[in-house]
Every structure is written in C-alpha cells, then in structure tokens.
C-alpha cells in the first residue's frame, strides 16, 4: 500500500508539475494563478501571485513562480492528495476532492510555507492588500 502511495503521489505531483510548466509558458501569471485555482491548488495560486508580484523580470518569475508552486503541492497538498487519490478513481472526482478541501488546505499551506521562510508578517500585509488575509487564518 505504501508503495502504491508513493506512485499515486508521484503521479500527482508530475501531473500538477507538467500542467503547471506547460501553463507558464502559455499563460500570463494571472491567468497561470486562476487556472491554479480551479484544478484546486488555491494555496499554489495565492503563493504564486504574491510570489510573482515581486519578480519583475519574466524568466526569474518563471523559475521562481515553479518553485513556489511545487514546494507548497508538495508541502500542504501531497498528503491530502494521496487520499483523494485513492478514493477518487477519476480525474473529475479528485478535482472535486480538491476544490472542497482547498480552502482549509490553502489557509494552512500558505501559513506555513510563508512561516518557514521568515515571510509571514511580511505575506500578511500583502495579502490584507489584496483582501486574500483570509487565507492565513486557520
């Protein structure tokens, strides 16, 4: 079981990877940031956004925009991830599994990751800006 965890999780995560990759190079941030959302990743999208609100320049965005958007799927949606997984047997009902729990999974996420890194009051007065604080209460 663990072995076919370890998979399922991979699998995940390159597909979220791939999607996120194949999407930088066609989408603007925002747009990058929405579809984010929608595949449930919020917490992804919000880091992102912020993230790349102070990158200016377009490659640095891109490789700083991937790493924020693997290390917190990986962080904060892999656990939860590997159990929608193994409920969900279609794509469709791990997307749903997803969008229900994302909200809960992104106030933590982002929490967190942004913690770990000595950002946090720095990210809270961001986010109070965009009206996204909500995101950092647990």
Not at 1 to 13: F, T
Request: with cysteine; glycine share 6%; proline share 0%.
């Amino acid at each position: 079981l663990r072995k076919r965890i370890a998979h399922k999780e991979s699998e995940i995560l390159k597909g979220a990877a791939f999607t996120a990759i194949y999407d930088m190079c066609r989408y603007t941030r925002e747009a990058l940031a929405t579809r984010l959302e929608r595949l449930g990743f919020s917490e992804c999208s919000i880091a992102f956004r912020v993230w790349a609100g102070k990158v200016r320049h377009r490659k640095a965005q891109y490789k700083c925009g991937l790493k924020v958007v693997f290390g917190c799927i990986r962080r904060c949606v892999g656990r939860a991830m590997i159990g929608w997984a193994l409920q969900a047997k279609s794509r469709r009902r791990l997307r749903q599994a997803a969008k229900r729990s994302s909200l809960s999974v992104a106030s933590q996420a982002v929490s967190s990751v942004f913690e770990q890194w000595g950002y946090l009051a720095q990210m809270q007065r961001r986010l109070r800006r965009c009206g996204l604080d909500r995101f950092l209460n647990h």
